[in-house]
């Protein structure tokens, strides 16, 4: 479970959500056998007035919280849904965001995720909503279940949107997850990608995950590449799409249009 540092209230987040200081960035996603950017995410990011960033497990769970309430859930859906624009207008590529998978219970906030993929340009086919694990280790089988309602709900409301489970590998009764909900893609949590290349266990966790992914039809992504070492082992494992600071680190949306002015544009 994420414990919340007691140095960062309600109040403080709030204010670095109006200001500004809280904002959307957006991080590269590429496939390393042709080392072409395929995907982003987009991602918050929290800079304080030194301009250090903030830990993200610092505040999460407030976070999270906040975006189920008005105004700041407007704010920050709208603001995320303008980037996710931004790029499709530019490089036509799929477009990854989080969304706190209890979030859905809540009618407000699934009125509010439903209307803006109704409005978003976004083609829906092209966006890709990421349910993050951690958020669920608390969740009862009642509530499990009534989420995979909800996503059944959005999956036929939304068609062509993927869902992808975040994190995947460190929660609990992921794989009864990946069988009863509508999962297009996971995301292997960063804990399965340190150190892969010298850990015999994770790779043969891996290497049959990834076979069974594909005999789902599942897309795989591995999350939180950190050198040519972790890259190189996950390629020969035959997962081939990679996000983590090896490649791109999270920038402002500015910077991601200005390095990726095209899809053609690799590492």
């Known amino acids: 479970m994420i414990t919340q540092p007691t140095h960062i209230s309600d109040n403080s987040l709030r204010e670095a959500i109006t200001s500004g200081a809280l904002s959307y960035c957006v991080q590269p996603i590429f496939d390393v056998t042709?080392?072409?950017?395929?995907?982003a995410e987009i991602l918050a990011r929290w800079y304080d007035n030194s301009g250090t960033l903030v830990p993200i497990n610092?505040?999460?769970?407030?976070?999270?919280?906040?975006?189920?309430?008005?105004?700041?859930?407007?704010?920050l859906g709208a603001q995320r849904m303008q980037i996710g624009q931004a790029?499709?207008?530019?490089?036509?590529?799929?477009?990854?965001?989080?969304?706190?998978?209890?979030?859905?219970?809540?009618?407000?906030?699934?009125?509010?995720?439903?209307?803006h993929l109704r409005d978003s340009t976004v083609p829906l086919s092209a966006l890709v909503i990421e349910l993050s694990e951690m958020n669920l280790l608390?969740?009862?089988?009642?509530?499990?279940?009534?989420i995979a309602e909800r996503l059944a709900t959005l999956t036929s409301s939304a068609p062509g949107i993927t869902i992808a489970l975040d994190d995947f590998g460190i929660a609990l009764s992921n794989l009864d997850r990946l069988r009863c909900w509508p999962i297009g893609c996971i995301k292997f949590d960063r804990r399965f990608v340190q150190g892969v290349e010298n850990n015999i266990k994770t790779q043969l966790i891996l290497r049959n995950m990834r076979q069974?992914?594909?005999?789902?039809?599942?897309?795989?992504?591995?999350?939180?590449?950190?050198?040519?070492?972790?890259?190189?082992?996950?390629?020969?494992?035959?997962?081939?799409?990679?996000?983590?600071?090896?490649?791109?680190?999270?920038?402002?949306?500015?910077?991601?249009?200005?390095?990726?002015?095209?899809?053609?544009?690799?590492?």
């Open 58 to 75: 610092d505040y999460l769970l407030r976070l999270c919280a906040l975006e189920w309430t008005a105004p700041y859930c407007d704010q």
């Open 34 to 39: 042709n080392q072409r950017l395929i995907a």
């Open 87 to 115: 790029l499709w207008c530019q490089l036509a590529i799929p477009i990854h965001f989080n969304v706190v998978a209890e979030s859905l219970l809540i009618e407000e906030r699934f009125d509010q995720l439903t209307r």
């Open 138 to 146: 608390s969740a009862d089988q009642n509530a499990l279940e009534e």
């Open 212 to 267: 069974l992914a594909d005999d789902l039809g599942v897309t795989v992504i591995a999350e939180g590449i950190e050198n040519t070492a972790e890259e190189k082992a996950l390629n020969d494992l035959g997962i081939l799409y990679h996000q983590g600071f090896f490649r791109g680190a999270p920038m402002p949306l500015l910077e991601f249009q200005a390095n990726f002015s095209t899809t053609d544009e690799g590492f």
